[in-house]
């Protein structure tokens, strides 16, 4: 079974990610053939900092490197070194319907979150982003894409274009599958929303400890005393944070002090802290040896992208065969 996933070299990758999205992964290259890469032509709809993309893109090679990724057991690699993504990705807009684009929710999120007259800030790319995720997909043969709960509409979009392309020109690509991460659900932000590099609300996986305990000691709660019991305890940001992070028995204890009372919000976020430092000890030292060596960093890719790119010219070959394009 073939799987891939793509993330965007935006900005720094955080527990949302980490959870959601490389975890999974992770696990997942150890029993399927993965594909993963760092999806850099994807950031171009938000972010139009060249300085900042190579950064990210190097310090997303990092994470996902520090965090477990084996270069040896799956293919990893930037999306711009295989521009064949942006060739099908024509191909699959000229069957998609606009409808199935302007009913994306991540679109039109972004839309009502613009203010008004910053209508300029609405890129063609970010409308059509859908369909360039499809070709990114499609292109590799992918059965299963391993994604958060808010990429589940996109999936929906590349299962439909591919149908509609087989139906059209006979019989091409595989209709991959999403293994959305349910037992993960969305991971929240300091202030309850979905964590999010957009929002603001973000836990890094990589940063200074200072700011980074300032970041937890920011987290947003209401205004009941210590001593009073938290029936709601489960809720509470700090403790959903902390479930991810510490094991069950840790975990459980937290929750069950909060919900009696007698534990301050300052105290379970210093908690938090702990928690986080200690989950990501390891991680933090496999990434300073690597960030101390770049050349090694560029070679995994482009050894990745030499890989990918067999595989995304036979598929695009295919494809343009079987449209009558050559
Ligand atoms: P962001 O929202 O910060 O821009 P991306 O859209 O780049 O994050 O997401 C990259 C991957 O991480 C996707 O598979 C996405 O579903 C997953 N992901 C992002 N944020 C979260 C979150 N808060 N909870 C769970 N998964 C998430
Ligand atoms: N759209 C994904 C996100 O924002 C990133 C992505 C791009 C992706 N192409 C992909 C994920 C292909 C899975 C498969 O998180």
Redesign the pocket.
Known sequence: MRVL?G??P?GAL?L??Y???MLPAIRLQEEEEAFYFIADYHSMTSLTDAVRRRQYTLDVALDWLAAGLNPERCVFWKQSDTPEHTELAWILSTITPMGLLDRCHSYKDKVAKLADGDAGAVNHGLFAYPVLMAADILLYGTHVVP??K??KQHLEVTRDIAIKFNHIYGETFVVPEARIQES?A??PGTDGQ?????YGNIIELHGEEKSLRKRMMSIQMDSRSPSEPKPDAEKNIAIQLIRLLASTEVATDYEDRLRAGGMGYGDLKKGLFEQYWSHFGAFRERRAELAAKPGYVRDVLEAGARRARVVAKETLEKAKVACGLC
Not at 194 to 198: A, G, L, V
Request: without cysteine.
């Open positions: 996933t993330i965007q935006s955080h949302g990610n959870f959601g999205a994604v958060g808010d990429q993960v969305l991971v979905k964590m999010s590099k957009s």
